[in-house]
């Protein structure tokens, strides 16, 4: 039986900003995927983006130097 873990996932205000995430995530190597929004959270898109929580730290400065725009950050325990 697969067990939850706690989970950092990022929130978007738009697709087009989750969108240009995945992009860019992917080109640099980040580690971590988009997912439908977890019902927990209430935000302006459908999508979110998931990853482990140690990479926290490294999200800020990715999310920053990237200038992408982003929403809210929460720790959930997900699958």
Same mark, same amino acid.
Request: charged content about 30%; overall charge positive.
């Given at each position: *039986?697969?067990?939850?873990?706690?989970?950092? $996932?990022? %929130?978007?205000? %738009? %697709? %087009?900003?989750? *969108?240009? *995430? #995945?992009?860019?995530?992917? /080109? @640099? =190597?980040?580690? =971590?995927?988009?997912?439908?929004?977890?019902?927990?959270?209430?935000? =302006?898109? =459908?999508?979110?983006?998931?990853?482990?929580? !140690? !990479?926290?730290?490294? @999200?800020? $400065?990715?999310? /920053? !130097? /990237?200038?992408?725009?982003? #929403?809210? *950050?929460? #720790?959930? !325990?997900?699958?």
């Amino acid at each position: *039986m697969r067990k939850k873990t706690k989970q950092l $996932v990022i %929130t978007f205000s %738009t %697709t %087009t900003a989750a *969108m240009a *995430m #995945e992009k860019r995530a992917q /080109e @640099m =190597g980040i580690f =971590g995927r988009l997912i439908p929004l977890p019902s927990e959270i209430s935000a =302006g898109c =459908g999508l979110s983006w998931k990853t482990k929580l !140690e !990479e926290k730290e490294k @999200m800020l $400065v990715f999310l /920053e !130097e /990237e200038k992408l725009k982003w #929403e809210a *950050m929460y #720790e959930l !325990e997900l699958y």
